[in-house]
T-cell receptor
Framework: AQSVTQLGSHVSVSEGALVLLRCNYSSSVPPYLFWYVQYPNQGLQLLLKYTSAATLVKGINGFEAEFKKSETSFHLTKPSAHMSDAAEYFCAVSESGYNQGGKLIFGQGTELSVKP | EPEVTQTPSHQVTQMGQEVILRCVPISNHLYFYWYRQILGQKVEFLVSFYNNEISEKSEIFDDQFSVERPDGSNFTLKIRSTKLEDSAMYFC????????FGPGTRLTVL
């Protein structure tokens, strides 16, 4: 069965500092991996996705994530945090592609706070 | 940019009442989904829908739940007899090559 573990329910960084949000997954087949962001009182917005092409994936708002099969990880990073990055971040896994209707299995989420 | 829309944004109901949550997926998408997020918990898959039938459902999606695509645009989630534990944010999503989520409906069962 698929599962996702996000290490750290709450991460706090200073503005301009590196953002690192950790995600480890479990999947019996090569996974599709995603990061979504949720701003207060809003829905989920896709940041980036890994679909077995390049292992380093670039997303919106300066975020990127690296797929490491040996570590079963898909950590999210951003070199320099901005106040507007404060939100909840969810890592998700799917065992089938979108054109096969693959459901998403989400991690618990990590709330990112950015201090001035 | 096309988006998934959901109505209402907030629904308050009494325990035992039926509720219908509505979604308008993006027009050329083929797969539709419902997820829920209980306050403080992770987003959980409920059901996926393709070609006018359920393609997959979770253990949460019991006989109290049903989905329907009554016309070419709407996608609905019905809860027949709401329980207190059904209180959650319900998200609709649709996909072509990327799964797009709606803003959610907050359901409060009193």
């Amino acid at each position: 069965a698929q599962s996702v573990t996000q290490l750290g329910s709450h991460v706090s960084v200073s503005e301009g500092a590196l953002v690192l949000l950790r995600c480890n997954y479990s999947s019996s087949v090569p996974p599709y991996l995603f990061w979504y962001v949720q701003y207060p009182n809003q829905g989920l917005q896709l940041l980036l996705k890994y679909t077995s092409a390049a292992t380093l994936v670039k997303g919106i708002n300066g975020f990127e994530a690296e797929f490491k099969k040996s570590e079963t990880s898909f950590h999210l990073t951003k070199p320099s945090a901005h106040m507007s990055d404060a939100a909840e971040y969810f890592c998700a896994v799917s065992e089938s592609g979108y054109n096969q209707g693959g459901k998403l299995i989400f991690g618990q989420g990590t709330e990112l706070s950015v201090k001035p | 940019e096309p988006e998934v829309t959901q109505t209402p944004s907030h629904q308050v109901t009494q325990m035992g009442q039926e509720v219908i949550l509505r979604c308008v997926p993006i027009s050329n998408h083929l797969y539709f989904y419902w997820y829920r997020q209980i306050l403080g918990q992770k987003v959980e898959f409920l059901v996926s829908f393709y070609n006018n039938e359920i393609s997959e459902k979770s253990e949460i999606f019991d006989d109290q739940f049903s989905v329907e695509r009554p016309d070419g645009s709407n996608f609905t989630l019905k809860i027949r007899s709401t329980k207190l534990e059904d209180s959650a944010m319900y998200f609709c999503a649709s996909t072509w090559d990327t799964q797009y989520f709606g803003p959610g409906t907050r359901l409060t069962v009193l």
